[in-house]
């Protein structure tokens, strides 16, 4: 929200009130309390009729310092609040005064504040200012309403550049940008949101999180260009400042905050197919996508009920439409049979016309207006009211319909919707509306997570969400939302996607083939290589189905050598998806977040890194033309073995059977045995692809088990020509040197060959170690 009318001018009714000094600091062992004052004092009677800041500061974790500031102080807050580990309030800072200047510390970073001074906090990193709140830093405004908001500013230095704030569709680097926390049903080609974050991160070494879970509004460089405003509508304001210095560190510091990733299950990495949304289908149809994949030997993991498994106008009631699935119990086994998980799709919504309104009515299930009526209205569902989860008895009646489904041999659900949620109303423990409109996702999520953890354990549980918040991260899948069936919508999606990973969500997928319309085979194709080196795939459509066999002969084979690529890769993706869970690094990685020091990657968001060691540029045009950065070294085509020098920019063009893909120099890269099914021992048949290490360079290759433990170890090294790779264990393996051609001096070996990617040596029965000589 925009308060100035220009440099020198506020808005017609606006005033505003900016900290100007510090009048005392209460300066405690682990804390520091400022007392400001809105104008210059020069004598006591300036002291009086004038409004007076408090600027509490402290340190939850090294590396993270609070402040928050707060105007009047007798506002009730009658929650929610995200739910922060550890606790915000447990002081681990020191801090130590010299003089005027007061200092506290967090590990590298500190806050320091001289309190002779006018009105200015530094924080500061390893001798540098990450950031500074100087004269307009500090303040509450009043506008011609009455609204009372807080507000801060934080400089921004030359060439810094901020990312984040959820998954947002509008620029990557969000300098230049009005964002407004505020959860939208607004698709992917708007500045709405489904999955608002108040956690922004920027190229110089810090993020902020904004502990407000209801509007937050941001002025990125726009109100005051050298400042990254934000201001929420109440008496108090308090944010966290976290330091890296890499964007890993940061995320890892936020996450350990806010909350970390689950691990999805090893099946979820699949491929997923869906129903569609409006498209008719039956048993028969089920039947017939399932077994049209078999005949063209597409691996398919999951398959996916959307909306009208359920009957019209009734959703959600969580009864199968008898007249289209009379034997429902029946179909999930026999899809269960074929080896598939079932998703089936669920919204928060209780349609008047189904039979649970009544039941929720009476019970007082249902979220009410402020004059006690039920909140009502027509656009979705006729009639439709929300579940109120602020119930503990709600929540117990909602997961009693979810666990039958369960019962059913249902394995995990779509929680859609979850955004559209209204702030007329009155929630039964009493929550702040404003604060609920956001963080009614997380609680959503929450609550279905929870029950799936419940009834089929941790390892086991996901969902596939839509809408989310801070802390939402913790309840993984996330897809991108209602994108449309176009080039452009592609690179939106994927823009999202690579900002939500950046506010702290490890896992994200996307609607391949774009939802809205009808892609052309070259988009679906295109679209189905982005998909399936994403970290979660599914096939989904609105009015059209996804099957490939609709798009032609040669999409087919597209989505078969893709999903089999996939296949082989979940060794490699899983280790990601364990350092999503450990760390909070996601597993699509904008390039910034890999290469920080590469000034060249931080504003690129047509490509991005796949786990450590993979580099996608997904292809949008329609001939087959991509433009990519390669940073620095000698990378590695995965699919052809041509080999790229950076840094530079590529511009190249591909058939549909190719894609930029690229290993990373050096790279160690686990395939596993299997194209059919993400689930098997990883570990056993496992080929190292091997890319070219410098003399001298050992890299560590750890091939996980499927709950999340260590299945073998190998040390690959290299010295001067000699390449040597170590293991321990009875299972097979295998070593690719790609882009090797002499096949001499290979020892420990079983067989030795030669393939269009390099030398291919097969490991003899029990070996430990294998010798060859690189050229």
Same mark, same amino acid.
Request: charge should be negative; aromatic fraction near 12%; include cysteine.
């Given at each position: 929200?925009?308060?100035?009318?220009?440099?020198?001018?506020?808005?017609?009714?606006?005033?505003?009130?900016?900290?100007?000094?510090?009048?005392?600091?209460?300066?405690?062992?682990?804390?520091?309390?400022?007392?400001?004052?809105?104008?210059?004092?020069?004598?006591?009677?300036?002291?009086?009729?004038?409004?007076?800041?408090?600027?509490?500061?402290?340190?939850?974790?090294?590396?993270?310092?609070?402040?928050?500031?707060?105007?009047?102080?007798?506002?009730?807050?009658?929650?929610?609040?995200?739910?922060?580990?550890?606790?915000?309030?447990?002081?681990?800072?020191?801090?130590?005064?010299?003089?005027?200047?007061?200092?506290?510390?967090?590990?590298?970073?500190?806050?320091?504040?001289?309190?002779?001074?006018?009105?200015?906090?530094?924080?500061?990193?390893?001798?540098?200012?990450?950031?500074?709140?100087?004269?307009?830093?500090?303040?509450?405004?009043?506008?011609?309403?009455?609204?009372?908001?807080?507000?801060?500013?934080?400089?921004?230095?030359?060439?810094?550049?901020?990312?984040?704030?959820?998954?947002?569709?509008?620029?990557?680097?969000?300098?230049?940008?009005?964002?407004?926390?505020?959860?939208?049903?607004?698709?992917?080609?708007?500045?709405?949101?489904?999955?608002?974050?108040?956690?922004?991160?920027?190229?110089?070494?810090?993020?902020?999180?904004?502990?407000?879970?209801?509007?937050?509004?941001?002025?990125?460089?726009?109100?005051?260009?050298?400042?990254?405003?934000?201001?929420?509508?109440?008496?108090?304001?308090?944010?966290?400042?976290?330091?890296?210095?890499?964007?890993?560190?940061?995320?890892?510091?936020?996450?350990?905050?806010?909350?970390?990733?689950?691990?999805?299950? @090893?099946?979820?990495?699949?491929?997923?197919?869906?129903?569609?949304?409006?498209?008719?289908?039956?048993?028969?149809?089920?039947?017939?996508?399932?077994?049209?994949?078999?005949?063209?030997?597409?691996?398919?993991?999951?398959?996916?009920?959307?909306?009208?498994?359920?009957?019209?106008?009734?959703?959600?009631?969580?009864?199968?439409?008898?007249?289209?699935?009379?034997?429902?119990?029946?179909?999930?086994?026999?899809?269960?049979?074929?080896?598939?998980?079932? $998703?089936?799709?669920?919204?928060?919504?209780?349609?008047?016309?189904?039979?649970?309104?009544?039941?929720?009515?009476?019970?007082?299930?249902?979220?009410?207006?402020?004059?006690?009526?039920?909140?009502?209205?027509?656009?979705?569902?006729?009639?439709?009211?929300?579940?109120?989860?602020?119930?503990?008895?709600?929540?117990?009646?909602?997961?009693?319909?979810?666990?039958?489904?369960?019962?059913?041999?249902?394995?995990?659900?779509?929680?859609?919707?979850?955004?559209?949620?209204?702030?007329?109303?009155?929630?039964?423990?009493?929550?702040?509306?404003?604060?609920?409109?956001?963080?009614?996702?997380?609680?959503?999520?929450?609550?279905?997570?929870?029950?799936?953890?419940?009834?089929?354990?941790?390892?086991?549980?996901?969902?596939?969400?839509?809408?989310?918040?801070?802390?939402?991260?913790?309840?993984?899948?996330?897809?991108?939302?209602?994108?449309?069936?176009? @080039?452009?919508?592609?690179?939106?999606?994927?823009?999202?996607?690579?900002?939500?990973?950046?506010?702290?969500?490890?896992?994200?997928?996307?609607?391949?083939?774009?939802?809205?319309?009808?892609?052309?085979?070259?988009?679906?194709?295109?679209?189905?290589?982005?998909?399936?080196?994403?970290?979660?795939?599914?096939?989904?459509?609105?009015?059209?189905?996804?099957?490939?066999?609709?798009?032609?002969?040669?999409?087919? @084979?597209?989505?078969?050598?893709?999903?089999?690529?996939?296949?082989?890769?979940?060794?490699?993706?899983?280790?990601?998806?364990?350092?999503?869970?450990?760390?909070?690094?996601?597993?699509?990685?904008?390039?910034?977040?890999?290469?920080?020091?590469?000034?060249?990657?931080?504003?690129?968001?047509?490509?991005?890194?796949?786990?450590?060691?993979?580099?996608?540029?997904?292809?949008?045009?329609?001939?087959?033309?991509?433009?990519?950065?390669?940073?620095?070294?000698?990378?590695?085509?995965?699919?052809?073995?041509?080999?790229?020098?950076?840094?530079?920019?590529?511009?190249?063009?591909?058939?549909?059977?190719?894609?930029?893909?690229?290993?990373?120099?050096?790279?160690?890269?686990?395939?596993?045995?299997?194209?059919?099914?993400?689930?098997?021992?990883? @570990?056993?048949?496992?080929?190292?692809?091997?890319?070219?290490?410098?003399?001298? $360079?050992?890299?560590?290759?750890?091939?996980?088990?499927?709950?999340?433990?260590?299945?073998?170890?190998?040390?690959?090294?290299?010295?001067?020509?000699?390449?040597?790779?170590?293991?321990?264990?009875?299972?097979?393996?295998?070593?690719?040197?790609?882009?090797?051609?002499?096949?001499?001096?290979?020892?420990?070996?079983?067989?030795?060959?030669?393939?269009?990617?390099?030398?291919?040596?097969?490991?003899?029965?029990?070996?430990?170690?294998?010798?060859?000589?690189?050229?």
């Amino acid at each position: 929200m925009k308060f100035t009318d220009g440099y020198w001018l506020m808005r017609p009714g606006v005033t505003a009130r900016y900290a100007a000094s510090v009048a005392d600091a209460a300066v405690e062992d682990d804390r520091i309390t400022l007392y400001a004052p809105v104008k210059r004092v020069l004598k006591r009677g300036d002291t009086l009729n004038s409004p007076l800041l408090t600027t509490e500061c402290w340190s939850p974790a090294d590396g993270v310092i609070g402040v928050r500031y707060t105007h009047h102080a007798g506002k009730a807050s009658p929650g929610p609040d995200f739910a922060l580990t550890p606790r915000s309030e447990n002081g681990s800072g020191k801090t130590v005064r010299e003089g005027s200047v007061v200092e506290l510390s967090a590990g590298d970073l500190a806050l320091r504040v001289d309190t002779d001074a006018p009105w200015q906090l530094d924080f500061t990193a390893q001798g540098r200012t990450l950031t500074s709140v100087g004269r307009r830093g500090t303040g509450f405004v009043t506008d011609a309403e009455g609204r009372h908001f807080m507000l801060a500013q934080h400089a921004l230095g030359v060439g810094e550049l901020v990312y984040g704030l959820g998954e947002r569709f509008t620029p990557f680097v969000k300098n230049g940008q009005s964002v407004d926390i505020w959860q939208a049903d607004g698709g992917t080609s708007s500045e709405q949101a489904y999955k608002n974050v108040p956690f922004h991160l920027t190229n110089r070494g810090y993020g902020v999180f904004v502990n407000h879970p209801g509007r937050v509004s941001y002025e990125v460089g726009t109100e005051s260009v050298g400042q990254v405003q934000f201001s929420v509508e109440d008496q108090s304001l308090e944010f966290f400042i976290v330091y890296g210095p890499t964007p890993k560190e940061i995320l890892a510091r936020y996450t350990a905050l806010t909350g970390r990733p689950a691990l999805p299950p @090893a099946w979820s990495f699949g491929l997923w197919l869906s129903t569609s949304f409006t498209t008719s289908y039956d048993e028969a149809t089920v039947t017939s996508f399932v077994q049209g994949m078999t005949d063209r030997e597409i691996p398919l993991s999951v398959f996916h009920f959307d909306c009208f498994w359920m009957r019209e106008y009734q959703w959600s009631d969580f009864t199968w439409d008898p007249d289209v699935f009379p034997d429902p119990e029946g179909l999930v086994a026999r899809l269960k049979e074929r080896g598939l998980r079932i $998703c089936v799709w669920i919204n928060p919504y209780i349609a008047q016309k189904s039979k649970l309104f009544a039941e929720g009515a009476r019970e007082g299930y249902l979220l009410k207006r402020r004059d006690g009526d039920i909140w009502q209205w027509d656009l979705w569902q006729p009639g439709m009211a929300l579940v109120d989860f602020t119930n503990p008895a709600a929540r117990e009646w909602y997961t009693d319909k979810l666990r039958g489904l369960l019962g059913q041999g249902v394995d995990c659900f779509k929680t859609d919707f979850g955004e559209r949620v209204p702030t007329d109303v009155v929630w039964h423990d009493g929550s702040d509306p404003e604060r609920m409109h956001n963080y009614y996702a997380q609680v959503y999520n929450d609550v279905v997570f929870k029950l799936l953890v419940e009834e089929r354990g941790e390892g086991e549980a996901m969902l596939f969400a839509r809408s989310a918040t801070a802390g939402g991260q913790q309840f993984p899948v996330h897809w991108g939302g209602d994108c449309e069936s176009t @080039a452009e919508a592609m690179a939106e999606s994927l823009r999202g996607g690579l900002s939500l990973g950046l506010s702290g969500f490890g896992f994200w997928s996307h609607d391949i083939g774009g939802f809205e319309g009808t892609p052309t085979p070259a988009l679906f194709k295109r679209w189905v290589q982005f998909g399936l080196l994403s970290s979660h795939s599914r096939l989904h459509g609105s009015d059209s189905y996804r099957v490939p066999w609709d798009y032609g002969d040669e999409a087919v @084979a597209v989505t078969r050598d893709f999903t089999r690529l996939k296949n082989r890769l979940v060794p490699y993706l899983y280790r990601a998806a364990l350092q999503a869970r450990d760390s909070g690094t996601p597993v699509m990685r904008a390039m910034v977040l890999e290469f920080p020091d590469d000034p060249a990657c931080h504003q690129l968001d047509r490509q991005y890194m796949l786990g450590d060691d993979l580099l996608v540029a997904p292809v949008f045009s329609e001939d087959g033309t991509v433009e990519y950065y390669v940073p620095e070294g000698t990378w590695t085509h995965v699919l052809t073995g041509e080999r790229v020098s950076g840094p530079r920019w590529r511009r190249e063009t591909h058939g549909f059977a190719t894609l930029p893909l690229l290993a990373r120099p050096g790279s160690v890269v686990p395939f596993g045995a299997s194209e059919q099914a993400p689930e098997y021992d990883w @570990a056993d048949g496992v080929t190292l692809h091997v890319h070219a290490p410098a003399d001298g $360079c050992e890299t560590v290759t750890t091939v996980p088990t499927a709950d999340g433990g260590t299945a073998a170890v190998f040390r690959t090294r290299r010295t001067r020509d000699v390449l040597t790779v170590e293991t321990r264990g009875e299972q097979g393996w295998r070593v690719l040197l790609v882009g090797a051609d002499d096949t001499e001096g290979v020892k420990g070996a079983d067989s030795v060959e030669r393939t269009p990617l390099g030398v291919l040596i097969t490991a003899a029965a029990g070996a430990s170690v294998v010798t060859a000589r690189w050229s």
